[in-house]
């Protein structure tokens, strides 16, 4: 079974930089797509960003630019740094496996000043 783990969240102010981390277990994901998900409260849940097998990256508009998704196979670790964070992007924010359904716990990333 697919476990992912995330963490990295935090409050930062608004211009800032976080960098969220999951980790996952159950399954190496050397050949899965590998994604970032996010919910703001009373908003459904969100694509990000997502990064295939061979390295190929997508991001959502409000992402691009700002946030950059990677992966560390060896660690079976998939990153989010994102800089100059805006309020707007305040939520927890979730990584994925694509093609099965299971989800983390999520982090929480606030930006407030």
């Known amino acids: 079974q697919v476990q992912l783990v995330e963490s990295g969240g935090g409050l930062v102010q608004p211009g800032g930089s976080l960098r969220l981390s999951c980790v996952a277990s159950?399954?190496?994901?050397?050949?899965?797509?590998m994604g970032w998900f996010r919910q703001a409260p009373g908003k459904q849940r969100e694509w990000v960003a997502h990064?295939?097998?061979?390295?190929?990256?997508n991001y959502a508009d409000s992402a691009k630019g700002r946030f950059t998704i990677s992966r560390d196979n060896a660690k079976n670790t998939v990153y989010l740094q994102m800089n100059s964070l805006k309020p707007e992007d305040t939520a927890v924010y979730y990584c994925?496996?694509?093609?099965?359904?299971?989800w983390g716990q999520g982090t929480q990333v606030t930006v407030s000043s």
């Open positions: 990064i295939s097998s061979g390295g190929d990256t």
């Open positions: 159950g399954r190496i994901i050397r050949f899965d797509t």
């Open positions: 994925k496996m694509f093609g099965f359904s299971s």
